[in-house]
């Protein structure tokens, strides 16, 4: 269920989850989507996830309920988390522009092995009901550049920089521990600004020979798959 899925993530990491916290919205709620097609991970022919209404044969959750906006304005601006009152890091933002899109399944979050190197965000996909999706979802713009570094245990230590629409840059840093196997959910832990040990859903993989790492955060009062390709 995806109510169970935001008490998991906790915590926002992603330079972008301050902001995207204050805004509008209800949790949404899923339930299991067909699988009568098991090879199918719930996106297009990218990987991605498909936006608009649910379909009944992804392998995902339909949502059935909820959705929620951004409000860019909402959060606090400032980045001054680190120990000396500066940035948590000094990443470089080299993201392009992307545009949110809304979608109505919630593809499934398997895990796998991390890998290390630099990572461009590529979709920003929220999580609403058909209704919500279609006739309320506002479109936001995102830049974020995270680097993923990854110790021998498989343990990564991941640094973000992000930019909302037209909102300050901020930074965070954290870790994230894959489950046993390099199952989901990974542990976070929140090292720039400090937070608790907290589950977080997420995929890593190869798609059309794209290293690809998603991370299933918090969008406003609800949720989105954020998905990076590694550079």
Do not use: W
């Amino acid at each position: 269920m995806l109510r169970r899925d935001l008490a998991f993530v906790g915590v926002f990491l992603l330079g972008c989850a301050a902001i995207a916290q204050g805004c509008g919205g209800s949790e949404a709620s899923v339930t299991p989507a067909s699988t009568n097609n098991a090879s199918n991970d719930g996106g297009d022919e990218d990987g991605s996830p498909t936006s608009g209404d649910a379909s009944s044969d992804d392998g995902g959750e339909a949502v059935t309920d909820g959705g929620s906006n951004i409000d860019p304005d909402a959060g606090d601006p400032s980045d001054d988390a680190g120990t000396d009152g500066g940035p948590c890091n000094t990443l470089a933002n080299e993201g392009q522009a992307v545009t949110s899109t809304c979608a109505s399944v919630r593809p499934p979050t398997h895990g796998g092995a991390l890998v290390g190197g630099t990572y461009l965000l590529e979709s920003v996909v929220a999580l609403g009901a058909p209704n919500f999706c279609q006739n309320q979802f506002l479109p936001t713009g995102f830049r974020e550049t995270l680097a993923l570094t990854v110790d021998g245990a498989g343990v990564g230590t991941v640094q973000t920089v992000a930019r909302i629409a037209n909102t300050g840059t901020h930074h965070r840093t954290f870790t994230l521990a894959p489950g046993a196997g390099g199952t989901s959910p990974a542990s976070n832990t929140g090292t720039c600004p400090v937070s608790a040990a907290a589950p977080l859903p997420y995929n890593s993989e190869t798609r059309l020979n794209k290293q690809v790492l998603e991370l299933l955060q918090p969008y406003g009062k609800s949720l989105a798959i954020y998905r990076f390709v590694k550079k």
